[in-house]
């Protein structure tokens, strides 16, 4: 196929082409950025938890009168829910990973340092690594006499009595390779003030803050061995094989209503919907990126199909002059589908360019990064062949026009 | 003459309805995009006191190390500690005044059998009501010596009300909230500024509903009710005492009616944390005293998605423009013919162009009404979304007839470019042709 005379027809379209190319470039721009945006989107919802996400059930309670012994409250609770059948293991826990609701502390390496090295969110409750599913690394696990009470803890911040104070804590290796890149973590300390200073004993390979929005910071973990009494904020985590959750999360329900009738459930949900939540901003706004693409994908199609429709029927004559002078049907089609192809070429080179910038911008507004090399092919591949497909049918008008026009006047 | 251009328009419209349909599809989807997503940007970037906010002011110190301060460029924190907040709220230096947390409340209703709920609670002080310009439906607020003397006292949302009284004026009545049996002293009409400014950094959320139960500040902390977000600028020796406590939980708002009375604020802000600095407890002179807006603006309270969608669909509207020119061009060159006998008539150029205008006119308006359509559909979606602003996307008068201007304007852009090759086009070789 020639290409010269596909060029100097262009020339003398100049205008209709240039706009062609300007709608061809700029939807090869945002068609770029926005597969890019939903690629970030989909990879933060597949950010690791660290837990069995399939067996997990959470449950969270309020009592209506607060209980005159919490302690003795969350033990009966706990016997209660181990007794429901197709339990496995059962945890209190002041969080969850993705559960949103936080607590969180400023950690030091130094005694003396003021300035916090980083801010982590701290586990606590009982049994929660065996409910959880945590894998531990290295070091060992919480032991039962590492444990203290939350409420002699926080007055033993003010008296000093390190008696009642928790000494050791397990920490994430993502939280462990931050603080001491390269080194072995397990006997070391980090500060919760210049006094509470905890051992780090076991690593574990990954538990997820519950408030993960910044992926950097989404693995700074430390679980603490300190007990807290039944209150709303504590939740029951329950541990079940998948297939059993929905009986399960009713017979428990069922359970704690019976042991005191008067209580009202606020939390209860499988950790399947926990992510759900956690994630679904995310997932509406990947939703909305892909109609956007296929928006601008139909308009632009539609678009092409409409010029391309438009020269067809303005080179009637001049096909079937081509068509009288021995050219065949192929070669009319092809005509008119290179044709494209080098507008669809000229307007994807522009839209590199374009998508590039809008990407810079973006880097600039929204904390976004670098747009990998590999969306260019993937754009460009994409809009050639929607330029194909919407040439195809004017193009086949164009090789159906019969050579006889060529001796009739338009 | 315009009726005449009219007909024209609509017969040369009809003459090809494929592209006529395509063009006002492809126009009537961007602008379905753009203004489903302004409506959303202008809901969430709203004032939300349009008649009070240039008047009030959110006042910030530093109370952290002097460790990592840079000064003129680190910021003060977001919420003040307890002290400082009473002390600020004592000087009186304002029109009003007034300290806030969110906390939840645990209300019990008196009915049989009535199961107790968790409500969205505010602990303030007396000047809340009439520094925002809540609006009461029964009674009032309360005053700062019931602040002072912990009255236990409560001032309820209209919904609450309907909920636990069926409406009635339930003023005098008594409402057990955590435990606590509280006297109702005011009923609010339905009051939920949008954005929920004076939540904002106190640990809730920034759009939606509005809160249900309002406590003075004293009253709720004697009730062992905590504050949502508690960050904490030093070791802290007993988190349960949070008026001692070196941690930061409460937002403070000052009413201040004119520019002199701002100018005075900042003296005295300024003036009360070097006397902080010279009593030692504070190391930073950093202060800040933006307006509502201006704090609004600081916070980002506007989500990075929303914009993110509105500079989308505004390049969605882009391409369709050039879509439309393109189509349009591409009509308007094939009836070089049909100019050439009008022109040769006697037909100006301006008559050309203007026929040519109306013509874009025409698709531009029927691309606005079915763009409205569109962006129905589009704030439906939104409607059905998980964001907590879902419930407010509603199209306003204002966007309804913004709708036609970006309509008209898209449309007559696109039109300029195709309607002036039709007026330059030299009739005499067009004729000779036809």
């Known amino acids: ?410 | 003459m315009f009726a005449y251009y009219l007909e024209l328009a609509l017969r040369s419209l009809k003459r090809n309805r494929v592209l006529t349909a395509l063009m006002v599809m492809a126009l009537a989807l961007g602008i379905g995009a753009t203004i489903t997503t302004l409506t959303v940007l202008r809901l969430l970037s709203g004032d939300p006191l349009p008649q009070k906010s240039a008047q009030l002011f959110y006042p910030q110190i530093d109370p952290n190390a002097k460790e990592g301060y840079i000064e003129g460029q680190t910021k003060p924190d977001q919420l003040m500690a307890y002290p400082d907040a009473m002390n600020l709220l004592q000087a009186h230096r304002g029109t009003h005044q007034a300290a806030m947390a969110l906390t939840q409340a645990k209300v019990m209703p008196k009915q049989v059998n009535a199961r107790p709920f968790f409500s969205d609670a505010v602990m303030t002080t007396a000047d809340f009501f009439a520094m925002f310009d809540a609006p009461f439906q029964y009674g009032g607020g309360w005053t700062a010596a019931d602040d002072d003397g912990r009255a236990q006292l409560v001032v309820i949302a209209g919904f609450l009300n309907d909920k636990l009284f069926a409406g009635a004026n339930s003023v005098g009545r008594v409402i057990r909230i955590n435990d606590h049996d509280l006297r109702i002293v005011g009923v609010l009409k339905p009051w939920a500024p949008q954005p929920r400014f004076y939540a904002q950094d106190l640990g809730g959320r920034s759009y939606g509903d509005g809160d249900a139960v309002f406590l003075p500040l004293q009253t709720a902390r004697a009730m062992e009710m905590g504050p949502q977000d508690t960050e904490c600028y030093a070791a802290v020796p007993d988190i349960r005492h949070l008026e001692t406590a070196p941690c930061e939980w409460l937002g403070v708002w000052v009413e201040l009616d004119s520019v002199a009375a701002v100018a005075d604020y900042k003296t005295f802000l300024d003036g009360y944390v070097k006397q902080q600095v010279a009593l030692g407890r504070f190391q930073r002179t950093e202060t800040s005293l933006l307006d509502l807006m201006g704090w609004l603006r600081q916070e980002q309270v506007v989500p990075d998605d929303v914009r993110l969608q509105a500079g989308l669909a505004f390049g969605f509207l882009l391409i369709c423009v050039v879509n439309t020119v393109g189509l349009l061009l591409a009509k308007c060159l094939r009836r070089s013919a049909e100019i050439g006998v009008r022109r040769a008539l006697g037909a100006t150029r301006r008559e050309i162009f203007t026929q040519f205008m109306v013509e874009a006119g025409i698709v531009g308006l029927a691309g606005g009404v079915l763009g409205l359509l569109f962006a129905e559909l589009g704030l439906l979606g939104i409607r059905h979304q998980p964001a907590e602003y879902a419930s407010l996307a509603h199209l306003d008068t204002w966007m309804f007839m913004f709708t036609f201007v970006v309509a008209l304007v898209a449309s007559l852009v696109a039109g300029i470019l195709p309607a002036w090759r039709a007026c330059v086009l030299a009739p005499a070789p067009q004729l000779k042709a036809a």
């Not at chain 1, 290409?3 to 027809?9: E, G, K, R, V, Y």
């Not at chain 1, 929660?128 to 039962?144: A, N, Y």
């Not at chain 1, 539609?302 to 303005?314: D, N, R, T, Y």
Request: charged share 15%; aromatic share 6%.
């Open chain 1, 1 to 410: 196929m020639d290409i010269l005379p596909i060029l100097s027809t262009l020339r003398r379209h100049k205008l209709t082409s240039w706009l062609l190319i300007l709608e061809i470039a700029l939807t090869c721009a945002i068609v770029c950025n926005a597969v890019f945006l939903i690629g970030q989107r989909l990879q933060r919802m597949d950010m690791p938890s660290g837990v069995a996400e399939h067996e997990l059930l959470q449950i969270q309670v309020a009592d209506v009168m607060t209980p005159s012994n919490p302690y003795a409250r969350l033990a009966e609770d706990i016997a209660v829910l181990r007794q429901v059948p197709g339990v496995q293991s059962v945890a209190s826990s002041n969080q969850v990973p993705f559960g949103n609701s936080s607590s969180n502390a400023n950690i030091r390496l130094d005694p003396a340092q003021q300035e916090r090295t980083l801010n982590a969110t701290t586990y606590f409750g009982e049994n929660l690594s065996q409910t959880l599913g945590t894998r531990l690394v290295s070091g060992r696990d919480l032991q039962p006499d590492d444990f203290v009470d939350v409420e002699a803890a926080l007055k033993a911040l003010g008296t000093g009595d390190s008696k009642s104070l928790p000494h050791v804590t397990l920490i994430t290796q993502a939280l462990a390779e931050r603080l001491w890149p390269g080194q072995n973590p397990l006997g070391r300390i980090i500060y919760l003030t210049p006094v509470v200073g905890l051992r780090v004993v076991g690593v574990l390979d990954s538990l997820a803050r519950p408030n993960a929005y910044d992926t950097a910071q989404a693995q700074y973990t430390t679980v603490m061995p300190l007990r807290m009494g039944a209150d709303k904020d504590l939740s029951y985590l329950i541990r079940t094989r998948p297939e059993d959750r929905a009986n399960v999360l009713a017979a428990a329900l069922a359970a704690l209503k019976k042991a005191d009738p008067q209580r009202v459930v606020t939390i209860k949900r499988s950790f399947d919907d926990v992510r759900q939540k956690f994630f679904q901003d995310d997932r509406a706004m990947a939703g909305m990126l892909v109609g956007v693409i296929v928006a601008l994908l139909i308009v632009t199609a539609l678009g092409i199909v409409g010029l391309a429709s438009f020269w067809v029927a303005q080179r009637r004559r001049m096909i079937g002059v081509r068509r009288a002078l021995g050219a065949t049907r192929a070669n009319i089609l092809h005509y008119f589908q290179t044709e494209n192809f080098l507008l669809a070429t000229i307007g994807i080179a522009l839209g590199m360019v374009l998508a590039y910038g809008i990407n810079l911008f973006l880097m600039l507004h929204y904390e976004l990064p670098r747009l990998p090399a590999v969306y260019f092919p993937v754009g460009a591949i994409v809009l050639w062949l929607i330029g194909q497909v919407a040439v195809l049918g004017p193009a086949m008008r164009a090789a159906a026009v019969p050579p006889v026009v060529a001796t009739r006047s338009v």
